[in-house]
């Protein structure tokens, strides 16, 4: 090992490559849980439309080969030029870090993620990745491979409503240990998210199945945890009947808590910050 440190020894990495190079600081790790974390960061830029009152339905769809689509009915992501990448905006969030709607408050006041890597690193880490986009009513179309440029934006079609579509195919060179996706491990972070968000409608189907039929499995919930409460007292004796709930808007911030005491001896505490699980706490938690 050579002990000279000079500034040619200084690396700087364009583009993506720094999470190809490095993608366990962005995912955690290239096992099952970072695996699944890709489907996450795209579901939570749908969820986050959703918060901001543009989208009702988000559907996930593992298809054949464990190819993961995922679709909304919101605003569809803007297509217009970047002012300062000077290329339409849908690429600059799937190919610039830290480019997102998220930074300013005025798209959406809360979101599960501020940092704007999350469609970035996604698309860094699968072996394709196309999006598309429906708005104005058109259909428009781009498509990536590990995070580079495959085909510019071009429309496909015509259509009567807004929504965007993420496709990807997570990439054996990042992910060597598996790229199976675990449909429990999906399943039950779905129905949580759908608890989490009152009146939003997630769905989730498996077509890898050699069933002519996919198994397809839809939840939505108008009492939001309210419900989650109730699910996860299913099968305990509860003190009282009626579950506290409380929500409330201060400074721009909104709270809510649902709580039911069953005779059990140990307490259970599920904290959550923009549909972030917290299982440290935090002072949300100790109010």
């Known amino acids: 090992m050579s002990n000279n440190y000079e500034a040619e020894?200084?690396?700087?990495?364009?583009?993506?490559?720094?999470?190809?190079?490095?993608?366990?600081?962005y995912i955690g790790s290239t096992g099952p849980r970072g695996?699944?974390?890709?489907?996450?960061?795209?579901?939570?830029?749908s969820i986050d439309e959703a918060l901001a009152g543009y989208c009702t339905h988000i559907e996930v769809d593992i298809m054949p080969n464990d190819i993961i689509a995922v679709t909304d009915n919101g605003r569809g992501?803007?297509?217009?030029?970047?002012?300062?990448?000077?290329?339409?905006?849908?690429?600059?969030?799937?190919?610039?870090?830290?480019?997102?709607?998220?930074?300013d408050g005025s798209n959406y006041k809360v979101s599960g993620g501020l940092h704007g890597v999350g469609a970035s690193v996604v698309n860094a880490l699968s072996?394709?990745?196309?999006?598309?986009?429906?708005?104005?009513?058109?259909?428009?179309?781009?498509?990536?491979?590990?995070?580079?440029?495959?085909?510019?934006?071009?429309?496909?079609?015509?259509?009567?409503?807004?929504?965007s579509k993420v496709i990807f195919k997570a990439d054996s060179e990042i992910f060597q240990e598996t790229t199976e996706y675990d449909f429990e491990t999906l399943r039950n972070r779905i129905q949580q998210l759908a608890f989490l968000?009152?009146?939003?409608?997630?769905?989730?189907?498996?077509?890898?199945?050699?069933?002519?039929?996919?198994?397809?499995?839809?939840?939505?919930?108008?009492?939001?945890?309210?419900?989650?409460?109730?699910?996860?007292?299913q099968n305990k004796s509860c003190i009282h009947k009626d579950i506290i709930y409380i929500e409330k808007e201060?400074?721009?911030?909104?709270?809510?808590?649902?709580?039911?005491?069953?005779?059990?001896?140990?307490?259970?505490?599920?904290?959550?910050?923009?549909?972030?699980n917290t299982p440290e706490g935090g002072t949300h938690e100790e109010g």
Do not use: C
Not at 9 to 25: D, F, H, T, Y
Not at 40 to 45: F, K, L, Y
Not at 87 to 94: C, H, M, N, S
Not at 204 to 223: H, K
């Open 250 to 276: 201060v400074n721009g911030i909104t709270a809510e808590l649902a709580l039911q005491y069953n005779d059990g001896v140990q307490s259970n505490i599920y904290s959550f910050t923009n549909n972030i």
């Open 35 to 45: 695996l699944h974390h890709l489907v996450w960061e795209i579901v939570d830029n």
């Open 127 to 163: 072996e394709w990745l196309t999006v598309q986009v429906s708005r104005e009513g058109k259909i428009f179309e781009q498509t990536f491979r590990r995070g580079k440029v495959s085909d510019d934006l071009h429309e496909i079609g015509v259509s009567d409503h807004n929504g």
């Open 197 to 233: 968000n009152k009146g939003l409608r997630i769905t989730l189907t498996d077509s890898r199945t050699s069933e002519e039929e996919p198994v397809t499995l839809s939840y939505m919930y108008e009492g939001g945890i309210r419900e989650y409460v109730a699910f996860l007292n």
């Open 9 to 25: 020894n200084i690396q700087i990495l364009e583009g993506l490559e720094a999470v190809r190079k490095r993608p366990g600081m």
């Open 77 to 103: 992501m803007p297509i217009g030029l970047h002012p300062k990448t000077g290329r339409p905006a849908v690429e600059t969030i799937f190919t610039v870090l830290h480019a997102g709607g998220k930074f």
